[in-house]
């Protein structure tokens, strides 16, 4: 499995960047985000053939992931960017799960490619 993130750069807060990702094969896809001195955590992912998405609280209403299947592409719309987005992104393979106490879940899978450093500042 091959994954190229792209798209990342420096941004204002309240400004817009789009990430891509290629991706070979039909797998659920995710973005994961790393600030300095934090861990990797889950930002949102979407499934291989059924769009079913999951976004984390800190990005609902304001990123949106969307896939070409056609192009093995997997996009991250991230709108309304604050400091607090400011991390390396990568994306990788997903595993999702949905239960009726938990909703849909989460979590990164066996494959990741190099991450796309995103910085939002003034």
């Known amino acids: 499995v091959q994954l190229q993130a792209s798209g990342g750069g420096l941004v204002q807060p309240g400004g817009s960047l789009r990430l891509s990702c290629a991706a070979s094969?039909?797998?659920?896809i995710g973005w994961f985000r790393q600030a300095p001195g934090m861990g990797r955590k889950g930002v949102s992912c979407?499934?291989?053939?059924?769009?079913?998405?999951y976004y984390a609280d800190s990005v609902k209403g304001r990123f949106t992931i969307s896939r070409d299947n056609a192009k093995n592409t997997v996009y991250l719309q991230m709108d309304s960017l604050n400091p607090e987005d400011t991390a390396v992104y990568y994306c990788?393979?997903?595993?999702?799960?949905?239960?009726?106490?938990?909703?849909?879940?989460?979590?990164?899978?066996?494959?990741w490619g190099q991450g796309t450093l995103v910085t939002v500042s003034s």
């Open positions: 990788a393979t997903a595993v999702m799960s949905k239960t009726l106490k938990y909703g849909t879940t989460c979590s990164m899978g066996d494959y």
């Open positions: 094969g039909y797998y659920a």
């Open positions: 979407i499934s291989s053939r059924d769009g079913i998405t």
